[in-house]
């Protein structure tokens, strides 16, 4: 296939292989060293670096792993990496990987040092004598009559461990808690005027219910009981106009679960009618109630989710920071959704996919925000969701990595799954004792 570029000149063709990946689920953790690797460079030593490739069915070879360079020296100790079975071999034990060692040039003109076979059976018997390699240039072998080698390459360890999805944890019977929190500041509008994000449209839902419905959705699917705390920030409370910016939607301090979205919605209902909007907009006291639920559950049984909706604008930028940094070594995620025209930069900073984000010098240990301007998936009118789907997929995309990479930091497997539900008399035949 010839992509369209300068008419009547060929521009080249790409050829994609493809092969099934095998089921293989496991991920093998190995470190190499290499000893009196060839000199390349005429100054100082060579700058090696390894490049691993594995077979494919029809004999050529797909490159699956490189190593980082090691500046000048003949007996580099490279840095242990992790790579799936599957890229390494497709979990086929015996098939050949064949690992090239280069001497590293700034122009990118890297010059070959030699290469050596193996296979996964073979590294998996771990350091010994059988994993020691020649590192062999044949066009020098074929020059040289006295050729040996270029080098040898060991391995120094090899371990393997099994990947966990989200669901193999959900099966052993992780709950997940979902937590919403409501943005109740002035910066929304008068919710009685109609340009305002809150406004009580007794026909429709608003931008903030509308989110809440269509996000919310979602997300009940995976929480057991469907009871959900909501609470509220950025609003005075009767009867005093005290501010609060972390205040229960119900009004009862002691319970501040609802039930089900409906429920949700009732309640924020409510409080727009009990409460004053306000401000600051301060998101730090949210994060931290979710986060002292979370550092009392941190065995791997339970995984927490609080659902920020807001207009964007942020008052305690360096104090919510702060508690995501801390958040982070908790089992818990954060969802901001953004709804209205605002500019919403503050959002994309705490969502951390470009930056990690961090506080007073210490950087947070995994990236637990994701943030979704609720505008991209209305329609012009902003009165329906274009397609739910869209919506959930990039709500939900990043909480199953975020999920497994705390469970991973803390060395949590997921339970066995109970044996599957068989109904009362459908039991198999066991004779009584």
Not at 177 to 197: C, E, K, R, W, Y
Not at 207 to 227: F, H, N, P, R, T
Not at 294 to 310: E, H, K, N, P, R
Request: charged fraction near 20%.
């Amino acid at each position: 296939m010839f992509p369209r570029g300068i008419p009547g000149k060929k521009c080249g063709a790409i050829i994609l292989s493809a092969e099934e990946l095998s089921n293989c689920r496991d991920s093998a953790l190995m470190q190499f060293c290499a000893n009196k690797l060839d000199k390349k460079d005429f100054f100082g030593k060579s700058d090696p670096f390894m490049v691993f490739y594995r077979s494919n069915e029809d004999g050529t070879f797909t490159i699956c792993h490189k190593t980082e360079v090691v500046k000048n020296t003949l007996n580099p100790v490279w840095q242990p990496f992790t790579i799936p079975v599957r890229a390494l071999c497709n979990g086929d034990y015996d098939r050949t990987i064949k690992v090239e060692v280069y001497d590293w040039d700034r122009d990118g003109s890297h010059d070959f040092i030699g290469d050596f076979t193996t296979s996964y059976r073979e590294l998996a018997r771990g350091q010994s004598q059988f994993n020691v390699y020649e590192v062999i240039n044949t066009k020098k072998k074929m020059k040289k009559k006295k050729y040996v080698n270029s080098g040898t390459v060991t391995l120094l360890s090899f371990s393997v461990e099994s990947e966990f999805t989200f669901l193999d944890y959900i099966k052993g019977g992780t709950q997940i808690n979902f937590t919403v929190a409501i943005d109740f500041t002035a910066s929304n509008g008068n919710p009685s005027q109609s340009t305002s994000l809150h406004y009580m449209n007794p026909y429709q839902l608003n931008a903030y219910a509308m989110a809440l419905k269509a996000v919310g959705e979602i997300i009940q699917d995976y929480d057991s009981d469907k009871m959900f705390p909501a609470l509220g920030f950025g609003a005075k409370l009767p009867p005093d106009g005290r501010v609060s910016h972390e205040f229960p939607l119900n009004g009862n301090i002691e319970n501040p679960y609802c039930n089900g979205i409906e429920g949700i919605l009732e309640a924020y209902h409510q409080s727009l009618k009990t409460v004053q909007l306000y401000g600051p907009t301060n998101f730090a006291p949210v994060v931290n109630h979710v986060a002292r639920y979370a550092a009392a559950v941190q065995d791997g049984s339970q995984y927490f989710v609080l659902l920020i909706i807001t207009d964007g604008v942020i008052s305690d930028m360096a104090q919510t920071k702060e508690a995501i940094v801390n958040g982070a070594k908790l089992p818990m995620s954060i969802i901001i959704v953004g709804v209205g025209q605002a500019e919403f930069d503050a959002m994309v900073e705490l969502d951390g996919d470009d930056i990690r984000i961090s506080s007073r010098g210490k950087l947070a240990e995994r990236d637990i925000v994701q943030f979704v301007p609720f505008r991209d998936y209305m329609d012009r009118t902003g009165n329906h969701v274009l397609s739910m789907a869209r919506l959930a997929k990039d709500v939900l995309a990043e909480i199953p990595d975020q999920f497994i990479s705390y469970m991973k930091s803390r060395g949590i497997k997921p339970n066995p799954a109970p044996p599957p539900y068989t109904p009362p008399g459908h039991t198999h035949h066991h004779t009584q004792i």
